[in-house]
T-cell receptor, first 113, second 113 residues
Framework: SAVISQKPSRDICQRGTSLTIQCQVD?????MFWYRQQPGQSLTLIAT?????????ESGFVIDKFPISRPNLTFSTLTVSNMSPEDSSIYLC??????????FGPGTRLTVL | QKEVEQNSGPLSVPEGAIASLNCTYS??????FFWYRQYSGKSPELIMS????GDKEDGRFTAQLNKASQYVSLLIRDSQPSDSATYLC?????????????FGQGTILTVHP
């Protein structure tokens, strides 16, 4: 498995602001994913981020709201833009290993006031 | 019909019993299936992956896959209070060996002493 870290672990933000979440992996991985887990809910994929190409967004998620960067094979960022209380959630980074298994980072707990 | 459905919970079993968690999926070409355990306030942890029909055992855990019935299950033998968590079934849809996972809604398991 891979060791994944996320920053920040949690944050409380004001409506209308933006937050950038960082995801760092201890080894090079091709595919990284960003998920959202709303309170009491399961995981929903936001986008897939491959190094050297534009992120692929799932239905209901757009780049203007959730811009993603993937500058290299060990790092990615997700920005939550122009936040509203509905964006309060846990945001999770995951990576796919050579065995095609996915492992998750510890998550970022976001509260928007 | 949801892409991945899990048996409704919560599920409560006594310590030492077998806990049975079930999952069905709609995409017939799915190739890869995973069980994650998520403790409250933590991120999902991969506990089992299964790719072929039949059973796969790992310690007290057994995953069972029946592609014809589009059904995957997880058995936990000799359940312990530490097994109390939400169990998430995940399916790699689309018939590829890489890429995004679709998660079920999760089943909350409580093992009582």
């Amino acid at each position: 498995s891979a060791v994944i870290s996320q920053k920040p672990s949690r944050d409380i933000c004001q409506r209308g602001t933006s937050l950038t979440i960082q995801c760092q992996v201890d080894s090079q991985v091709t595919m990284m994913f960003w998920y959202r887990q709303q309170p009491g809910q399961s995981l929903t994929l936001i986008a897939t981020a491959n190094q050297g190409s534009e992120a692929t967004y799932e239905s209901g998620f757009v780049i203007d709201k959730f811009p993603i960067s993937r500058p290299n094979l060990t790092f990615s960022t997700l920005t939550v833009s122009n936040m509203s209380p509905e964006d309060s959630s846990i945001y999770l980074c995951s990576v796919s290993t050579g065995r095609n298994e996915q492992f998750f980072g510890p998550g970022t707990r976001l509260t928007v006031l | 019909q949801k892409e991945v459905e899990q048996n409704s919970g919560p599920l409560s079993v006594p310590e030492g019993a077998i806990a049975s968690l079930n999952c069905t999926y709609s995409d017939r070409v799915s190739q890869s299936f995973f069980w994650y355990r998520q403790y409250s306030g933590k991120s999902p942890e991969l506990i089992m992956s299964i790719y072929s029909n039949g059973d796969k055992e790992d310690g007290r855990f057994t995953a069972q896959l029946n592609k014809a019935s589009q059904y995957v299950s997880l058995l936990i033998r000799d359940s312990q209070p530490s097994d109390s968590a939400t169990y998430l079934c995940a399916v790699r849809t689309g018939g590829t060996s890489y890429g995004k996972l679709t998660f079920g809604q999760g089943t909350i398991l409580t093992v009582h002493p």
